[in-house]
């Protein structure tokens, strides 16, 4: 099992409008993430989706590989802007085992592999 990866998971397309959608769920109404003019005054060069969001996306993909009851633990470190247009595909692996948990990680990534977020978790032995 060590090594081998998981089925990857694929999203549609970032819209403009999932981004707003995004902030009303999560109550992140930071304009960066859904006023154009703000976000090219921030020098972000327009939108950019909400961290959490991506975030979210692996923990759906890890929710594909294992029972939600298993997962141990879960970290991420947010290394790139995804903007509205960009496709993210998810994908992990298990790096290493100890006697009762598998130890994985994964990484969100758009269509040319740049990388938004890369995630490490742990997971029960079933």
């Avoid at 397309?13 to 005054?41: C, K, M, W």
Wanted: proline share 4%.
């Amino acid at each position: 099992m060590i090594g081998k990866p998981f089925e990857p998971l694929y999203k549609e397309e970032i819209t403009h409008s999932q981004l707003v959608r995004y902030a009303g769920a999560s109550g992140d109404f930071n304009p960066i993430h859904t006023v154009v003019p703000v976000a090219e005054t921030a020098g972000l060069g327009g939108v950019i989706a909400h961290g959490m969001m991506i975030m979210g996306f692996v923990g759906q993909a890890i929710h594909t590989w294992f029972q939600a009851d298993d997962l141990l633990k879960f970290s991420v470190r947010f290394r790139g802007m995804t903007r509205p247009g960009e496709k993210i595909i998810v994908n992990g692996s298990v790096v290493a085992e100890k006697e009762d948990r598998w130890l994985c990680e994964a990484e969100a990534v758009n269509e040319v592999g740049e990388v938004k977020v890369s995630a490490q978790f742990e997971v029960r032995k079933g």
